[in-house]
Protein backbone atom coordinates (compact mmCIF):
# COMPACT_ATOMS: atom_id res chain seq x y z
CA UNK A 1 0.00 0.00 0.00
CA UNK A 2 1.49 3.67 -0.73
CA UNK A 3 0.70 5.95 2.00
CA UNK A 4 0.01 9.47 0.86
CA UNK A 5 -1.08 12.59 3.02
CA UNK A 6 -4.95 11.57 3.17
CA UNK A 7 -4.13 7.87 4.26
CA UNK A 8 -1.77 9.15 7.20
CA UNK A 9 -3.86 11.85 8.82
CA UNK A 10 -6.76 8.93 8.46
CA UNK A 11 -4.74 6.53 10.08
CA UNK A 12 -3.55 9.01 12.90
CA UNK A 13 -7.00 9.64 13.58
CA UNK A 14 -8.02 6.12 14.24
CA UNK A 15 -5.44 6.17 16.63
CA UNK A 16 -6.31 8.63 18.40
CA UNK A 17 -10.32 7.76 18.41
CA UNK A 18 -9.03 4.22 19.73
CA UNK A 19 -6.88 5.66 22.70
CA UNK A 20 -10.03 7.84 23.19
CA UNK A 21 -11.97 4.42 23.86
CA UNK A 22 -9.80 2.91 25.75
CA UNK A 23 -9.40 5.82 28.22
CA UNK A 24 -13.01 6.26 28.90
CA UNK A 25 -13.92 2.16 29.45
CA UNK A 26 -10.88 2.05 31.82
CA UNK A 27 -12.02 5.29 33.63
CA UNK A 28 -16.22 4.55 33.22
CA UNK A 29 -16.71 0.87 32.40
CA UNK A 30 -20.48 1.70 32.91
CA UNK A 31 -20.31 3.56 29.89
CA UNK A 32 -19.36 0.84 27.38
CA UNK A 33 -22.66 -1.05 28.65
CA UNK A 34 -24.65 2.21 28.49
CA UNK A 35 -25.38 2.09 32.50
CA UNK A 36 -23.34 5.65 32.80
CA UNK A 37 -26.00 8.52 33.55
CA UNK A 38 -25.51 12.75 32.35
CA UNK A 39 -25.22 13.14 36.56
CA UNK A 40 -22.42 10.22 36.50
CA UNK A 41 -20.08 13.06 34.88
CA UNK A 42 -19.29 16.52 33.89
CA UNK A 43 -21.86 17.67 31.22
CA UNK A 44 -18.81 18.21 28.58
CA UNK A 45 -17.46 14.90 29.06
CA UNK A 46 -20.77 12.91 28.99
CA UNK A 47 -21.22 14.46 25.41
CA UNK A 48 -17.90 13.47 24.06
CA UNK A 49 -18.83 10.08 25.35
CA UNK A 50 -21.66 9.85 23.42
CA UNK A 51 -20.20 11.16 20.28
CA UNK A 52 -17.33 8.45 20.18
CA UNK A 53 -20.20 5.89 21.07
CA UNK A 54 -21.82 6.95 17.87
CA UNK A 55 -18.64 7.33 15.80
CA UNK A 56 -18.18 3.15 16.48
CA UNK A 57 -15.42 1.71 14.71
CA UNK A 58 -16.30 1.10 11.28
CA UNK A 59 -16.47 4.71 10.70
CA UNK A 60 -12.94 4.95 10.66
CA UNK A 61 -12.39 1.63 9.48
CA UNK A 62 -14.23 2.71 6.16
CA UNK A 63 -12.17 6.09 5.67
CA UNK A 64 -9.17 3.94 6.31
CA UNK A 65 -10.40 1.97 3.31
CA UNK A 66 -10.96 5.08 1.26
CA UNK A 67 -7.51 6.25 2.40
CA UNK A 68 -5.72 3.46 1.36
CA UNK A 69 -7.36 3.20 -2.32
CA UNK A 70 -10.20 0.62 -1.93
CA UNK A 71 -12.68 3.20 -2.06
CA UNK A 72 -10.49 5.67 -4.31
CA UNK A 73 -10.79 7.91 -2.55
CA UNK A 74 -9.54 11.77 -4.14
CA UNK A 75 -7.19 13.97 -3.01
CA UNK A 76 -7.91 17.96 -3.26
CA UNK A 77 -5.41 18.60 -5.90
CA UNK A 78 -7.07 15.38 -7.94
CA UNK A 79 -10.61 16.57 -7.61
CA UNK A 80 -9.45 20.34 -8.37
CA UNK A 81 -8.26 18.70 -11.76
CA UNK A 82 -10.99 16.49 -12.45
CA UNK A 83 -13.55 18.85 -12.23
CA UNK A 84 -11.18 21.45 -14.61
CA UNK A 85 -11.09 18.96 -17.39
CA UNK A 86 -15.17 18.43 -17.08
CA UNK A 87 -15.65 21.43 -17.51
CA UNK A 88 -13.34 22.16 -20.72
CA UNK A 89 -15.15 19.09 -22.40
CA UNK A 90 -18.70 19.74 -20.30
CA UNK A 91 -22.29 20.61 -21.78
CA UNK A 92 -21.80 24.24 -20.68
CA UNK A 93 -18.25 25.04 -22.33
CA UNK A 94 -17.93 22.78 -25.17
CA UNK A 95 -20.45 23.76 -27.75
CA UNK A 96 -18.74 26.90 -27.39
CA UNK A 97 -14.89 26.09 -27.71
CA UNK A 98 -13.90 25.99 -31.11
CA UNK A 99 -10.18 25.02 -30.48
CA UNK A 100 -11.39 22.36 -28.69
CA UNK A 101 -13.74 21.47 -30.86
CA UNK A 102 -11.64 21.28 -33.69
CA UNK A 103 -9.20 18.97 -31.71
CA UNK A 104 -11.88 16.23 -31.15
CA UNK A 105 -12.78 16.02 -34.83
CA UNK A 106 -8.58 15.28 -35.83
CA UNK A 107 -8.65 11.40 -33.81
CA UNK A 108 -12.13 10.16 -32.68
CA UNK A 109 -12.65 13.11 -30.21
CA UNK A 110 -9.34 11.80 -28.39
CA UNK A 111 -6.79 14.70 -27.40
CA UNK A 112 -3.48 14.72 -26.50
CA UNK A 113 -2.25 15.30 -22.91
CA UNK A 114 0.48 17.61 -24.31
CA UNK A 115 -2.93 19.62 -25.86
CA UNK A 116 -4.23 19.68 -22.58
CA UNK A 117 -1.45 21.02 -20.62
CA UNK A 118 -1.27 24.10 -22.69
CA UNK A 119 -4.98 25.10 -21.02
CA UNK A 120 -3.93 27.92 -18.46
CA UNK A 121 -5.88 26.79 -15.31
CA UNK A 122 -4.97 23.27 -15.87
CA UNK A 123 -1.50 23.89 -16.58
CA UNK A 124 -1.80 25.88 -13.22
CA UNK A 125 -3.01 22.85 -11.39
CA UNK A 126 -0.79 19.85 -12.97
CA UNK A 127 1.08 19.34 -15.91
CA UNK A 128 2.40 15.72 -14.61
CA UNK A 129 0.94 13.31 -16.76
CA UNK A 130 0.64 10.03 -14.13
CA UNK A 131 -1.29 12.81 -11.89
CA UNK A 132 -3.62 14.25 -14.24
CA UNK A 133 -4.84 10.23 -15.68
CA UNK A 134 -5.06 9.42 -11.94
CA UNK A 135 -7.31 11.79 -10.86
CA UNK A 136 -9.36 10.91 -13.96
CA UNK A 137 -9.29 7.17 -12.94
CA UNK A 138 -10.71 8.23 -9.46
CA UNK A 139 -13.47 10.09 -11.25
CA UNK A 140 -17.22 8.73 -10.64
CA UNK A 141 -19.01 10.39 -13.31
CA UNK A 142 -18.10 8.68 -16.14
CA UNK A 143 -17.36 11.44 -18.79
CA UNK A 144 -13.86 11.12 -19.60
CA UNK A 145 -12.09 8.19 -21.21
CA UNK A 146 -8.34 7.72 -20.96
CA UNK A 147 -6.59 5.48 -24.07
CA UNK A 148 -4.84 2.41 -23.18
CA UNK A 149 -1.27 4.42 -23.53
CA UNK A 150 -2.53 6.84 -21.23
CA UNK A 151 -1.69 9.95 -23.40
CA UNK A 152 -5.00 10.89 -24.80
CA UNK A 153 -8.21 11.44 -23.40
CA UNK A 154 -11.78 12.09 -24.59
CA UNK A 155 -15.69 12.63 -23.69
CA UNK A 156 -17.04 9.28 -23.42
CA UNK A 157 -19.20 8.45 -26.76
CA UNK A 158 -21.52 6.91 -24.45
CA UNK A 159 -22.41 10.91 -23.07
CA UNK A 160 -22.79 12.75 -26.26
CA UNK A 161 -23.79 16.38 -25.88
CA UNK A 162 -27.46 17.28 -26.00
CA UNK A 163 -29.13 19.12 -28.54
CA UNK A 164 -28.85 22.58 -27.99
CA UNK A 165 -32.87 23.62 -28.85
CA UNK A 166 -35.06 25.74 -27.28
CA UNK A 167 -36.05 23.25 -24.77
CA UNK A 168 -32.57 22.64 -23.54
CA UNK A 169 -31.80 26.30 -23.44
CA UNK A 170 -34.85 26.60 -21.22
CA UNK A 171 -33.98 24.01 -19.13
CA UNK A 172 -30.52 25.49 -17.97
CA UNK A 173 -31.98 29.02 -17.75
CA UNK A 174 -34.79 27.19 -14.80
CA UNK A 175 -31.76 26.17 -12.79
CA UNK A 176 -29.68 29.07 -13.53
CA UNK A 177 -29.18 32.23 -10.65
CA UNK A 178 -28.47 35.34 -10.63
CA UNK A 179 -25.78 36.94 -7.95
CA UNK A 180 -24.98 40.18 -7.55
CA UNK A 181 -21.94 42.18 -5.27
CA UNK A 182 -18.87 40.45 -5.73
CA UNK A 183 -16.21 42.76 -5.88
CA UNK A 184 -14.45 43.58 -9.10
CA UNK A 185 -11.04 41.88 -8.31
CA UNK A 186 -12.67 38.73 -7.38
CA UNK A 187 -11.17 35.59 -9.22
CA UNK A 188 -13.04 32.89 -10.66
CA UNK A 189 -11.04 30.72 -7.93
CA UNK A 190 -12.42 33.22 -5.20
CA UNK A 191 -16.05 32.58 -6.52
CA UNK A 192 -15.93 28.98 -6.98
CA UNK A 193 -14.51 28.86 -3.10
CA UNK A 194 -17.89 30.60 -1.70
CA UNK A 195 -20.04 28.49 -3.91
CA UNK A 196 -18.10 25.37 -3.00
CA UNK A 197 -20.92 24.56 0.33
CA UNK A 198 -24.08 26.20 -1.58
CA UNK A 199 -24.83 23.59 -3.62
CA UNK A 200 -23.61 21.46 -6.99
CA UNK A 201 -22.82 24.00 -9.63
CA UNK A 202 -22.26 23.01 -13.41
CA UNK A 203 -20.85 26.44 -14.56
CA UNK A 204 -20.26 29.57 -13.07
CA UNK A 205 -20.50 32.58 -16.30
CA UNK A 206 -18.21 35.55 -14.67
CA UNK A 207 -20.39 38.66 -16.19
CA UNK A 208 -18.07 40.96 -18.06
CA UNK A 209 -17.78 44.78 -19.81
CA UNK A 210 -16.73 45.32 -23.28
CA UNK A 211 -13.55 45.92 -21.94
CA UNK A 212 -13.40 42.19 -20.39
CA UNK A 213 -13.64 43.84 -16.92
CA UNK A 214 -15.45 41.60 -14.12
CA UNK A 215 -18.67 43.65 -13.34
CA UNK A 216 -19.40 41.95 -9.87
CA UNK A 217 -22.22 39.69 -10.70
CA UNK A 218 -22.08 35.97 -12.56
CA UNK A 219 -24.57 33.31 -13.57
CA UNK A 220 -24.56 30.09 -11.41
CA UNK A 221 -25.81 26.95 -12.74
CA UNK A 222 -26.62 24.44 -10.08
CA UNK A 223 -27.36 20.78 -11.47
CA UNK A 224 -31.24 20.85 -10.96
CA UNK A 225 -34.06 23.83 -10.43
CA UNK A 226 -34.22 22.26 -6.83
CA UNK A 227 -30.36 22.91 -5.70
CA UNK A 228 -31.42 26.40 -7.45
CA UNK A 229 -34.19 26.91 -5.44
CA UNK A 230 -32.58 25.99 -2.23
CA UNK A 231 -29.63 28.54 -2.88
CA UNK A 232 -31.88 31.19 -3.82
CA UNK A 233 -34.05 30.44 -0.43
CA UNK A 234 -30.53 31.10 2.19
CA UNK A 235 -31.44 34.44 3.68
CA UNK A 236 -28.88 37.29 3.70
CA UNK A 237 -26.47 35.91 1.48
CA UNK A 238 -23.42 37.98 1.69
CA UNK A 239 -19.47 37.96 0.30
CA UNK A 240 -17.12 38.62 3.05
CA UNK A 241 -19.51 41.01 4.73
CA UNK A 242 -20.99 42.63 1.54
CA UNK A 243 -24.71 42.07 1.08
CA UNK A 244 -25.43 40.13 -2.31
CA UNK A 245 -28.24 40.33 -4.18
CA UNK A 246 -29.57 36.74 -5.54
CA UNK A 247 -32.19 36.16 -8.57
CA UNK A 248 -33.27 33.22 -10.38
CA UNK A 249 -32.27 34.21 -14.14
CA UNK A 250 -35.37 34.14 -15.35
CA UNK A 251 -36.44 36.52 -12.62
CA UNK A 252 -33.09 39.06 -13.24
CA UNK A 253 -34.01 39.08 -16.97
CA UNK A 254 -37.73 40.24 -16.60
CA UNK A 255 -36.65 42.94 -14.45
CA UNK A 256 -33.53 43.93 -16.72
CA UNK A 257 -36.16 43.68 -19.93
CA UNK A 258 -38.71 46.09 -17.52
CA UNK A 259 -35.53 48.71 -16.49
CA UNK A 260 -34.59 48.60 -20.53
CA UNK A 261 -37.94 49.26 -21.35
CA UNK A 262 -38.56 51.97 -18.82
CA UNK A 263 -35.11 53.39 -19.94
CA UNK A 264 -36.10 53.64 -23.34
CA UNK A 265 -39.39 55.36 -22.20
CA UNK A 266 -37.37 57.82 -20.10
CA UNK A 267 -34.64 58.45 -23.02
CA UNK A 268 -37.59 59.19 -25.53
CA UNK A 269 -39.26 61.49 -23.30
CA UNK A 270 -35.91 63.62 -22.32
CA UNK A 271 -35.72 63.69 -26.05
CA UNK A 272 -39.11 64.91 -26.88
CA UNK A 273 -38.49 67.39 -23.92
CA UNK A 274 -34.69 68.39 -24.85
CA UNK A 275 -36.48 68.95 -28.51
CA UNK A 276 -38.97 71.02 -27.52
CA UNK A 277 -36.71 73.58 -25.44
CA UNK A 278 -34.35 73.88 -28.42
CA UNK A 279 -37.01 74.66 -30.67
CA UNK A 280 -38.38 77.44 -27.71
CA UNK A 281 -34.71 78.10 -27.78
CA UNK A 282 -34.59 78.52 -31.40
CA UNK A 283 -38.03 80.33 -31.67
CA UNK A 284 -37.23 82.66 -28.98
CA UNK A 285 -33.49 83.41 -31.02
CA UNK A 286 -35.29 84.00 -33.78
CA UNK A 287 -38.09 86.56 -32.42
CA UNK A 288 -35.18 88.43 -30.73
CA UNK A 289 -33.00 88.59 -33.82
CA UNK A 290 -36.27 89.89 -35.48
CA UNK A 291 -36.78 92.51 -32.56
CA UNK A 292 -33.21 93.99 -33.06
CA UNK A 293 -33.95 94.13 -36.59
CA UNK A 294 -37.27 96.18 -35.88
CA UNK A 295 -37.77 99.19 -39.10
CA UNK A 296 -35.21 97.85 -41.66
CA UNK A 297 -37.87 96.68 -43.91
CA UNK A 298 -39.24 98.55 -46.83
CA UNK A 299 -42.19 97.35 -48.72
CA UNK A 300 -42.49 99.35 -52.54
CA UNK A 301 -44.97 99.11 -54.72
CA UNK A 302 -46.54 100.39 -57.96
CA UNK A 303 -46.98 99.51 -61.56
CA UNK A 304 -43.79 98.28 -62.24
CA UNK A 305 -41.64 97.82 -65.62
CA UNK A 306 -41.65 93.88 -65.96
CA UNK A 307 -38.12 94.21 -66.00
CA UNK A 308 -37.32 95.46 -62.92
CA UNK A 309 -34.76 93.71 -61.14
CA UNK A 310 -32.87 93.71 -58.36
CA UNK A 311 -29.67 95.73 -59.33
CA UNK A 312 -32.39 98.62 -59.86
CA UNK A 313 -32.91 98.55 -56.35
CA UNK A 314 -29.19 98.51 -55.65
CA UNK A 315 -28.02 101.22 -57.93
CA UNK A 316 -30.98 103.75 -55.89
CA UNK A 317 -30.01 102.93 -52.73
CA UNK A 318 -26.38 102.89 -53.53
CA UNK A 319 -24.25 104.80 -51.23
CA UNK A 320 -27.54 105.63 -48.81
CA UNK A 321 -28.08 102.15 -46.88
CA UNK A 322 -26.72 98.57 -46.94
CA UNK A 323 -28.99 96.15 -48.79
CA UNK A 324 -29.19 92.81 -47.01
CA UNK A 325 -31.64 91.03 -49.16
CA UNK A 326 -34.36 91.61 -51.53
CA UNK A 327 -37.54 89.67 -51.41
CA UNK A 328 -38.38 90.33 -55.10
CA UNK A 329 -39.99 88.21 -58.13
CA UNK A 330 -39.23 89.97 -61.66
CA UNK A 331 -42.65 91.29 -62.87
CA UNK A 332 -44.00 91.19 -60.15
CA UNK A 333 -45.62 95.24 -58.88
CA UNK A 334 -44.16 94.70 -55.49
CA UNK A 335 -41.26 93.69 -53.36
CA UNK A 336 -39.54 94.38 -49.85
CA UNK A 337 -35.81 95.28 -48.95
CA UNK A 338 -33.65 94.14 -45.99
CA UNK A 339 -31.49 96.52 -44.86
CA UNK A 340 -28.64 96.52 -42.59
CA UNK A 341 -29.56 99.43 -40.77
CA UNK A 342 -33.13 101.10 -40.21
CA UNK A 343 -34.65 101.13 -43.93
CA UNK A 344 -35.72 104.88 -42.69
CA UNK A 345 -32.83 106.53 -42.53
CA UNK A 346 -31.60 104.35 -46.29
CA UNK A 347 -35.26 105.81 -47.36
CA UNK A 348 -34.69 109.35 -46.46
CA UNK A 349 -31.46 109.55 -48.12
CA UNK A 350 -32.15 108.08 -51.43
CA UNK A 351 -35.24 111.00 -51.69
CA UNK A 352 -32.98 113.51 -50.95
CA UNK A 353 -30.21 112.28 -53.44
CA UNK A 354 -33.09 111.85 -56.04
CA UNK A 355 -34.73 115.42 -55.21
CA UNK A 356 -37.60 113.59 -53.45
CA UNK A 357 -38.94 111.90 -56.71
CA UNK A 358 -37.59 107.48 -56.00
CA UNK A 359 -38.73 106.10 -59.08
CA UNK A 360 -37.81 103.03 -60.87
CA UNK A 361 -37.19 102.39 -64.50
CA UNK A 362 -39.09 105.76 -64.33
CA UNK A 363 -41.97 104.14 -63.19
CA UNK A 364 -43.45 105.52 -59.57
CA UNK A 365 -43.07 103.37 -56.80
CA UNK A 366 -44.67 103.79 -53.42
CA UNK A 367 -42.27 103.13 -50.29
CA UNK A 368 -43.92 102.05 -47.14
CA UNK A 369 -41.56 101.36 -44.05
CA UNK A 370 -42.84 98.40 -42.36
CA UNK A 371 -43.74 98.28 -38.59
CA UNK A 372 -45.42 95.60 -36.12
CA UNK A 373 -47.15 92.26 -36.80
CA UNK A 374 -47.06 93.44 -40.52
CA UNK A 375 -43.03 93.46 -39.83
CA UNK A 376 -42.60 90.60 -37.91
CA UNK A 377 -44.41 88.25 -40.45
CA UNK A 378 -42.50 89.55 -43.68
CA UNK A 379 -39.20 88.67 -41.72
CA UNK A 380 -40.44 85.19 -41.05
CA UNK A 381 -41.77 84.84 -44.41
CA UNK A 382 -38.51 86.03 -46.01
CA UNK A 383 -36.30 82.96 -43.29
CA UNK A 384 -39.25 80.42 -44.60
CA UNK A 385 -38.46 81.41 -48.01
CA UNK A 386 -35.08 81.10 -47.62
CA UNK A 387 -34.87 77.85 -45.87
CA UNK A 388 -36.98 76.10 -48.54
CA UNK A 389 -34.83 77.83 -51.26
CA UNK A 390 -31.78 76.06 -50.27
CA UNK A 391 -33.30 72.86 -49.43
CA UNK A 392 -34.62 72.66 -53.27
CA UNK A 393 -31.40 73.94 -54.51
CA UNK A 394 -28.19 72.88 -52.15
CA UNK A 395 -29.70 70.36 -50.09
CA UNK A 396 -27.15 72.96 -47.43
CA UNK A 397 -26.57 71.97 -43.76
CA UNK A 398 -29.42 72.27 -41.14
CA UNK A 399 -30.68 76.03 -40.12
CA UNK A 400 -32.38 74.78 -37.10
CA UNK A 401 -31.30 77.00 -34.13
CA UNK A 402 -30.12 79.81 -36.56
CA UNK A 403 -31.20 83.40 -36.40
CA UNK A 404 -32.32 84.84 -39.88
CA UNK A 405 -29.35 86.81 -41.04
CA UNK A 406 -27.68 83.59 -39.88
CA UNK A 407 -29.64 81.66 -42.44
CA UNK A 408 -29.12 84.70 -44.76
CA UNK A 409 -25.48 84.62 -44.18
CA UNK A 410 -25.52 80.58 -45.11
CA UNK A 411 -27.67 80.88 -47.95
CA UNK A 412 -25.67 83.54 -49.58
CA UNK A 413 -22.43 81.38 -49.37
CA UNK A 414 -24.41 78.22 -50.66
CA UNK A 415 -25.89 79.74 -53.42
CA UNK A 416 -22.26 81.35 -54.69
CA UNK A 417 -20.90 77.35 -54.57
CA UNK A 418 -23.68 76.57 -56.73
CA UNK A 419 -23.23 79.41 -59.35
CA UNK A 420 -19.79 80.50 -59.43
CA UNK A 421 -20.49 83.01 -61.94
CA UNK A 422 -19.96 86.80 -62.16
CA UNK A 423 -22.60 89.62 -62.93
CA UNK A 424 -23.65 89.38 -66.26
CA UNK A 425 -23.92 85.38 -66.74
CA UNK A 426 -19.52 85.31 -67.10
CA UNK A 427 -17.26 83.11 -65.55
CA UNK A 428 -15.06 85.79 -63.57
CA UNK A 429 -11.40 86.44 -64.85
CA UNK A 430 -9.21 83.13 -63.96
CA UNK A 431 -11.90 81.33 -62.23
CA UNK A 432 -10.96 78.15 -63.91
CA UNK A 433 -7.52 77.82 -62.96
CA UNK A 434 -6.93 75.27 -60.90
CA UNK A 435 -10.32 73.55 -60.38
CA UNK A 436 -12.36 71.21 -62.01
CA UNK A 437 -14.95 72.61 -64.34
CA UNK A 438 -19.22 71.48 -63.54
CA UNK A 439 -20.54 69.90 -66.10
CA UNK A 440 -23.53 69.52 -65.15
CA UNK A 441 -27.00 71.26 -65.80
CA UNK A 442 -26.65 74.96 -65.63
CA UNK A 443 -28.62 77.12 -63.22
CA UNK A 444 -29.87 80.55 -64.09
CA UNK A 445 -30.10 82.78 -61.26
CA UNK A 446 -32.80 86.02 -61.94
CA UNK A 447 -29.51 88.77 -61.12
CA UNK A 448 -27.92 87.74 -64.49
CA UNK A 449 -29.19 91.07 -65.97
CA UNK A 450 -29.17 91.68 -69.76
CA UNK A 451 -27.70 88.44 -69.87
CA UNK A 452 -27.86 87.11 -73.48
CA UNK A 453 -29.48 83.69 -74.79
CA UNK A 454 -28.02 80.77 -74.08
CA UNK A 455 -27.38 79.63 -77.54
CA UNK A 456 -26.17 82.72 -78.92
CA UNK A 457 -22.63 82.91 -79.14
CA UNK A 458 -20.77 85.81 -77.99
CA UNK A 459 -18.60 88.52 -79.67
CA UNK A 460 -14.96 87.42 -78.69
CA UNK A 461 -14.91 90.74 -76.34
CA UNK A 462 -18.09 92.44 -75.00
CA UNK A 463 -16.41 95.55 -73.73
CA UNK A 464 -15.83 96.07 -77.81
CA UNK A 465 -19.56 96.54 -78.33
CA UNK A 466 -21.17 100.26 -78.89
CA UNK A 467 -22.65 101.15 -75.71
CA UNK A 468 -25.66 102.34 -78.28
CA UNK A 469 -26.51 98.83 -78.78
CA UNK A 470 -25.92 97.33 -75.16
CA UNK A 471 -28.59 99.96 -74.04
CA UNK A 472 -31.16 98.85 -77.20
CA UNK A 473 -31.04 95.18 -76.19
CA UNK A 474 -33.53 94.53 -73.75
CA UNK A 475 -32.71 90.98 -71.76
CA UNK A 476 -34.88 87.94 -72.36
CA UNK A 477 -37.81 87.79 -69.60
CA UNK A 478 -37.28 85.13 -67.41
CA UNK A 479 -39.07 83.74 -64.35
CA UNK A 480 -37.18 84.41 -61.01
CA UNK A 481 -37.11 82.95 -57.92
CA UNK A 482 -36.54 85.11 -54.73
CA UNK A 483 -32.98 84.98 -53.63
CA UNK A 484 -29.91 87.73 -52.79
CA UNK A 485 -29.93 90.87 -55.00
CA UNK A 486 -26.75 91.92 -53.89
CA UNK A 487 -25.05 92.25 -56.99
CA UNK A 488 -21.87 93.94 -55.42
CA UNK A 489 -20.28 90.95 -53.81
Not at 7 to 31: G, R
Not at 49 to 72: D, I, S
Not at 244 to 267: D, H, M, P, S, W
Not at 329 to 338: P, Q, T
Request: proline share 3%.
Amino acid sequence: MVWDDTAVAVELSLITWKASYWFWVFWYPEWETGALRTGDVPERVFMDLTRLKEFRWQKLELVKMAANGEGENMSILENKICQQIEYYFGNHNLPRDKFLKEQIKLDDGWVPLEVMIKFNRLSRLSKDFSVIVEALRKSKTGLMEINEDKTKIRRSPNKPLPELNDQYKAAIKNRSVYVKGFPLDATLDDIKEWLEDKGPVENIQMRRTLQRTFKGSIFAVFDSVESAKKFTEIPNQKYKDTELIVLFKEEYCTKKNEERRQNKVEAKARAKQEKEEKQKQAADAEMKSLEEKMGCLLKFSGDLDDQTCREDLHEVFSGHGEIKWIHFVRGAKEGIILFKSTAKEALEKAKEAHNGNLQLRNKDVTWEVLEGDIEKEALKKILEDQQELLKQKTKGPSFIGLSLYNVLEVALRERRKIKGKGRGGKTPQGAHKGKVEFQGKKIKFEEEEGGEDDNKTEPASPKKRPLEEMEKEEPAPKQLKTENGDGNQ
